[in-house]
T-cell receptor
C-alpha cells in the first residue's frame, strides 16, 4: 500500500504543552483516521475524518483532513501524563478496504 | 455494542511448531476482518483481510495463512513457525464502506 509519512517520530514535552503531529501521502485518501496505542495493547480509534477540509474535535484532540486529501494533522491541547503513547495516522485509499498506517509518533509527557 | 476478542494474549513457540491465533467479533454481522503484524519499529503491516466467509486476501507472501470459517471468526495459522514470525499480531474488524477499523488487544508471539 501507499506509504504514509508521519512526523515527528517522537516528542518529549512537558505537561500542559500543546502537541501537533501530521501525516502526508503521495496519493489521495478517502478517509483519514487517528489512533492511539498504549504499550501491549491494540490501537484505539481517536478521530475519523471523511471529507476534505473536515475539522473534528474529540475533547482536547483536534484533527483535520487536508484539502488536497493527501495529508492530515492531529493536535493535542494542554497535554497530560495519560496522553503518553504512540499515535498513528491511517488512510484508506480511493479503492480497497484496508488502511495504510504511518509509522507512529511516540509521545512522552513529563509532569 | 460491538466487541472483538483475540487470544491468546502472549505465546512462546519453538521454531518449526504450528500456530493458531483466533479472533472473534460480537455485536455485528458481516464485518470486514483483518490481521496486522506490528514488528519492532512500530509500523503496522497488513497481512490478510476478509470481506466474507471463506474470502481471504493476502497482502504479503509469507509463512502464514488465514481462514474465516464463520462470519465473525478469523484465524491466523502457520504450519511451521520461523524466527522472523515473532511480533505483535493484531486482529481488527470494520463495518462496510468507509467504516474505521477497531482493533483487538493483540497477541505477542515470540518464536524461540
Amino acid at each position: 500500500g501507499q506509504q504514509l509519512n508521519q512526523s515527528p517520530q517522537s516528542m518529549f514535552i512537558q505537561e500542559g504543552e500543546d502537541v501537533s503531529m501530521n501525516c502526508t501521502s503521495s496519493s489521495i485518501f478517502n478517509t483519514w483516521l487517528w489512533y492511539k496505542q498504549d504499550p501491549g495493547e491494540g490501537p484505539v480509534l481517536l478521530i475519523a475524518l471523511y471529507k476534505a477540509g473536515e475539522l473534528t474535535s474529540n475533547g482536547r484532540l483536534t484533527a483535520q483532513f487536508g484539502i488536497t486529501r493527501k495529508d492530515s494533522f492531529l493536535n493535542i491541547s494542554a497535554s497530560i501524563p495519560s496522553d503518553v503513547g504512540i499515535y498513528f495516522c491511517a488512510g484508506r485509499p480511493n479503492s480497497g478496504y484496508a488502511l495504510n498506517f504511518g509509522k507512529g509518533t511516540s509521545l512522552l509527557v513529563t509532569p | 455494542s460491538q466487541t472483538i476478542h483475540q487470544w491468546p494474549a502472549t505465546l512462546v513457540q519453538p521454531v518449526g511448531s504450528p500456530l493458531s491465533l483466533e479472533c472473534t467479533v460480537e455485536g455485528t454481522s458481516n464485518p470486514n476482518l483483518y490481521w496486522y503484524r506490528q514488528a519492532a519499529g512500530r509500523g503496522l503491516q497488513l497481512l490478510f483481510y476478509s470481506v466474507g466467509i471463506g474470502q481471504i486476501s493476502s497482502e504479503v507472501p509469507q509463512n502464514l495463512s488465514a481462514s474465516r470459517p464463520q462470519d465473525r471468526q478469523f484465524i491466523l495459522s502457520s504450519k511451521k513457525l520461523l524466527l522472523s514470525d515473532s511480533g505483535f499480531y493484531l486482529c481488527a474488524w470494520s463495518g462496510q464502506g468507509e467504516s474505521p477499523l477497531h482493533f483487538g488487544n493483540g497477541t505477542r508471539l515470540t518464536v524461540t
